[in-house]
């Protein structure tokens, strides 16, 4: 068969060769027929107790997590749970039966497309891709109904030998991606899912390579076609010729080989060739990725995203986690850190994190209530955040970081309540760090543009360029409609962030970026020539900047920056980017001649 290309969307990099082994989706083949009056009880039967299968199957997946499976995993598994207690599934494909006489696969089915198609109708991108999980869910009940539960074969990884079967479906649920776990599959490609899709968030935890979005890939992959996914691209090579075969596992041991060979650099300090020495902090969700932030020598936690302990919460009866419950998570972060500083971000909900899906009301929900706005408009819930932070302080060094503050009220207040918190602790006779260290995001073009307000303040500030890029270009980061939009190059965008940089510099305040820009090399050494001493990223990426930090000489960045930072036109400005990529410091040359 002649090799063939399909593109979609890359979610989870690194490449992945191996044999397509097929997921069947049970609802393309689904028997449809009409029942007699007699067995209308039978055949509704026969759907309840497949319901109340997957409901038992669904608790078994989430008793069975293991411990150190992704913190979103569990919640996932629980959405699937609701949707199927909810009437739209488990009653009406029931009534279905009962005044159509359709068979129990057919009702079901029927149901599914109509939810589906209602879905299709929503205009916020997130919700819109949730119908991924009533189709996952329904999956599942077909699978009980026909007796196709899901095979996957047991392949391993004998004695490092790469894992060599790439999993092709329709559309994967997070319950079902557990079996991924362990390196056992090469990696996975889907027919559905976005950049923001489950599946995908999961993948990228279990660093496996993926590509979703193919659209057809599931009816134009057969059986045992030998592939390879390009996770960075986002491209799936079906059947490659021997010649890109070979580039391909070349490639693929280079960059394992390079991924052994950085576990090397945990310990080296990260200083630039002129002796720059550089922070390289981790981004967290929870207290125990604190481990993996350990693992690979990070500095401390330069961002916590604190709204991983409210989010999730179905079954909870509090909305919110107690004081005592977040004083809790928070301690053990900052005592499992051992001394390093933890930064932690006060709750940013809003947006594409909503505390409750079904409260969410604005039209623009990126541009709502979000954040800093949101606690301030709920200063009892703000108050015992703070107080937990706060406490956890007494035990070892944290630094409170407030998200999407754009006015100078807006600090001020948030100064206050945290005056008021240390003066309940006070009265309390609870320990806490007096000199606690308050920061704020700088990801609202506005706060970027009148920064002496923030230096005037407060003690450090952290560029949160994923927003400020979604802001400053007006892309909403989760609609793959303007993805292509979304431009860390764009001038104003270099701008802002030199000019954040420079300004924090001047005032002698830290500066840090926690984006994902910070967590990509191909943006350290622009980073790094803006001035930025501080990085924050995703524990995964932190040995890869270290390395480029390692190979940067400052003074040759800098002089390079200013002229991406001068040119306009995109050329110019893609040309002075690959000079600065391969500017290569005297060291460095030197130590390459002596290698050789
Ligand atoms: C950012 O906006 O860059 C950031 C780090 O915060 P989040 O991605 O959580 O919005
Ligand atoms: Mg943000």
Redesign the pocket.
Known sequence: MASFTLHGIPVSQGIAIGRAHLLAAAALDVKHYLIADEQVEAEVERLRSAIAAVHQELLVIRSDLPKDAPPELGAFIDVHGLILSDPMLAEVPLNIIRHRYYNAEWALVTQIDELSAQFDEIEDPYLRERKADIQQVGERVLKVLTGTAITLPAAGTADGVPASIVVVAHDISPADMLQFRDGAFAGFVTDLGGQNSHTAIVARSLDIPAAVGMNDASTLIKQDDMLIIDGDAGVVIVDPSPLVLAQYRARQERMLRDRKKLGRLKKTPAITQDGTEIKLLA?IELPADSAAALEAGANGVG?F?SEFLFLGRAGHLEKFPSEDEQFESYRQAVVAMKGRPVTI?TL?VGADKPLDEDEQTSLNPALGLRAIRYCLSEPQMFLTQLRAILRASAFGPIKLLV?MMAHAFEIDQTLALIGQAKEQLRQRKQKFDEQILVGA?I?IPAAALALPIFIKRLDFLS??????I?YTLAIDRVDHEVAHLYNPLHPAILYLLSSVISMGRKAGIPVSV???MAGDVKWTRLLLGMGLLEFSMHPAQLLSVKQEILNSDLTLLEPQVKKVLRATEASAIAAAMEQLQTLTSEVEVKLTARRR
């Open positions: 981004n961002l995203r971000r940013d998200p995001m990801e560029i949160g360029t994923n927003d400020l979604q926690c984006g994902e």
